[in-house]
């Protein structure tokens, strides 16, 4: 999905952060195309997205394009319903390491835990 298209559909924006846990308030937009096609009668936020936004706040954190390189554990707990549910909140740990950064965190809000991914990325 092209930045243009993402920031239509998302709006990912940090809000705290330190050395080791970042956190970043996400919004949807229940109104995007996307949802014409996932499902229309009960649309839900694709699996590919929410990997998409976990990827995009790596590289916030690190300030540099990044490209997973191995998806060590992904889950997705709950489907992320547009019609109900349009705020989230991505909890983040980046570790940098030899070979690039180490990412661990999970998509969420009082609802409970939607996604959770484990994940090493290298400068893209």
Do not use: C, W
């Given at each position: 999905?092209?930045?243009a298209?993402?920031?239509?559909?998302?709006?990912l924006?940090?809000?705290?952060?330190?050395?080791?846990?970042?956190?970043?308030?996400?919004?949807?937009?229940?109104?995007?195309?996307?949802?014409?096609?996932?499902?229309?009668?009960?649309?839900?936020?694709?699996?590919?997205?929410?990997?998409?936004?976990?990827?995009?706040?790596?590289?916030?954190?690190?300030?540099?394009?990044?490209?997973?390189?191995?998806?060590?554990?992904?889950?997705?707990?709950?489907?992320?319903?547009?019609?109900?549910?349009?705020?989230?909140?991505?909890?983040?740990?980046?570790?940098?390491?030899?070979?690039?950064?180490s990412?661990?965190?999970?998509?969420?809000?009082?609802?409970?835990?939607?996604?959770?991914?484990?994940?090493?990325?290298?400068?893209?």
């Amino acid at each position: 999905m092209d930045k243009a298209n993402f920031s239509r559909l998302i709006a990912l924006n940090k809000a705290e952060s330190n050395e080791e846990q970042h956190t970043f308030n996400i919004k949807i937009n229940p109104e995007h195309s996307i949802f014409e096609g996932h499902f229309p009668e009960r649309a839900i936020l694709p699996g590919v997205v929410m990997v998409e936004i976990f990827k995009r706040a790596v590289e916030s954190v690190v300030g540099k394009p990044v490209r997973m390189q191995e998806s060590k554990s992904l889950k997705f707990l709950k489907m992320v319903e547009p019609a109900e549910t349009t705020k989230l909140q991505l909890s983040l740990k980046v570790v940098t390491d030899g070979n690039g950064f180490s990412a661990r965190g999970e998509l969420h809000n009082e609802a409970g835990v939607y996604f959770k991914e484990m994940a090493s990325f290298v400068e893209d």
